[in-house]
C-alpha cells in the first residue's frame, strides 16, 4: 500500500449524474494532485494543491470540480460528463511541489465509465 | 518545451535476462527524473530517481537506472528480469529551470516471459 486510498474503485455513471471520487493519503503530505489516464496517453495533470490552495489548473472543463478541504483529502466532482471522460482517475500526493525532488505517490485510481 | 519520450510500447524479454526500459527528456534545467511501475489495476508506484551525483541510480525491486547527459537519456535496466516485472512503466520529469511541472511518458509494457 502506498498510503493513498481512493474511493470508489469503480464508477459507472450518465452523463447526467452527478457524483464525486474521493482521496485521502496518511502520509502527512502538503501537496495532492488528480490525473486522468487513459490508454496509449501520459498521463495528464489535472489539478494541483498545495497545503490546501490550488496551485494548477490545466485547462481542465468546468464539469470536473476539485475540492480540498484539508492536506489529507481531496475530492473530484463530477457533473454532466461524457463519455470521453471515461478513464482511470489517479490521486496522488508529495511533500510538496515547490523546488524540492519529491517523488509522488498513488492511489490505486477510479475506474470511471460515462454511459 | 519540457518532455519526456518512451520510444517502445512493449518490451518483451525472456526471464532471467537483463532488459532495459528507454526514456530521453528534454528540458531547459537540469532535470529530476524518476521511474515510476503499475500493476494491473493499481496506481503508479516509485521506483527511483535521479536528482544529481552518482549517474547509477539504484531503486527498489533491484531495478537501476542511468542518467545519461549527453544523450539526454534516463534508461532504466534490470540485471536478471523475473516474471512477476511485468508491468508498465513510466519515466517522468521535473525540470528545475522551468515550472517543476511532473511530465510523464506514455508508458512501456514490460512482458517477461517464462
Known amino acids: 500500500e502506498t498510503g493513498v486510498t481512493q474511493t470508489p474503485r469503480h464508477l459507472v455513471m450518465g452523463m447526467t449524474n452527478k457524483k464525486s471520487l474521493k482521496c485521502e493519503q496518511h502520509?502527512?503530505?502538503?501537496?495532492m494532485y488528480w490525473y486522468k489516464q487513459s490508454a496509449k496517453k501520459p498521463l495528464e495533470l489535472m489539478f494541483v494543491?498545495?497545503?490546501?490552495?490550488?496551485?494548477e489548473n490545466n485547462s481542465v472543463p468546468s464539469r470536473f470540480s476539485p475540492e480540498c478541504p484539508n492536506s489529507s483529502h481531496l475530492f473530484l466532482h463530477l457533473h454532466t460528463l461524457q463519455p470521453e471522460d471515461s478513464a482511470l482517475y489517479l490521486c496522488?500526493?508529495?511533500?510538496?511541489?515547490?523546488?524540492?525532488?519529491?517523488?509522488?505517490?498513488f492511489g490505486p485510481g477510479t475506474r470511471l465509465t460515462v454511459t | 518545451a519540457q518532455s519526456v519520450a518512451q520510444p517502445e510500447d512493449q518490451v518483451n524479454v525472456a526471464e532471467g535476462n537483463p532488459l532495459t526500459v528507454k526514456c530521453t527528456y528534454s528540458?531547459?534545467?537540469?532535470?529530476?527524473l524518476f521511474w515510476y511501475v503499475q500493476y494491473p489495476n493499481r496506481g503508479l508506484q516509485f521506483l527511483l530517481k535521479y536528482i544529481t551525483g552518482d549517474n547509477l541510480v539504484k531503486g527498489s525491486y533491484g531495478f537501476e537506472a542511468e542518467f545519461n547527459k549527453s544523450q539526454t537519456s534516463f534508461h532504466l535496466k534490470k540485471p536478471s528480469a523475473l516474471v512477476s516485472d511485468s508491468a508498465l512503466y513510466f519515466c517522468?520529469?521535473?525540470?528545475?529551470?522551468?515550472?517543476?511541472?511532473?511530465?510523464f511518458g506514455t508508458g512501456t509494457r514490460l512482458k517477461v516471459l517464462a
Open positions: 494543491y498545495n497545503f490546501k490552495e490550488q496551485t
Open positions: 528540458v531547459s534545467g537540469n532535470p529530476y
Open positions: 496522488a500526493s508529495s511533500q510538496g511541489t515547490g523546488t524540492g525532488d519529491h517523488e509522488q505517490y
Open positions: 517522468a520529469v521535473r525540470d528545475t529551470g522551468g515550472t517543476y511541472k511532473y511530465i
Open positions: 502520509l502527512g503530505h502538503n501537496a
